[in-house]
């Protein structure tokens, strides 16, 4: 008998493909696993990845460029810290030059 992997294994396995320096968002990973309208799950999923050191859930943003996942980086500005550390600018919570940043699965990887 062959197990699925789990949603969440599976946006975990998208997420670790993510490039340094580029972003991508909840529902581009939700399109690219073929769930469209399971961006919120999405949005789960990176939520109970923070215990898994090689998920780079700072690289998950919304689709409007927001940081709004920081709040599960222990406060304060270590979601946009990691970022710039990576040549990402931003300013008050917003990636600016999204377009450049942006990394989109579905043009990017194969599917797995």
Do not use: C
Not at 59 to 82: A, E, P, S
Not at 101 to 106: E, L, R, S
């Amino acid at each position: 008998m062959t197990v699925e992997p789990s949603f969440f294994s599976k946006v975990y396995e998208v997420v670790r493909q993510i490039p340094e320096g580029k972003v991508t968002s909840y529902g581009a990973i939700a399109k690219y696993l073929g769930s469209p309208q399971s961006s919120r799950m999405v949005g789960w999923a990176m939520n109970a990845s923070h215990s898994l050191d090689d998920v780079p859930a700072h690289r998950v943003i919304n689709r409007k460029g927001l940081l709004t996942g920081k709040h599960h980086f222990g406060g304060g500005t270590i979601m946009q810290q990691l970022l710039e550390n990576e040549g990402v600018h931003i300013i008050e919570d917003q990636i600016q030059d999204l377009e450049k940043h942006f990394w989109d699965p579905v043009k990017s990887l194969e599917d797995f």
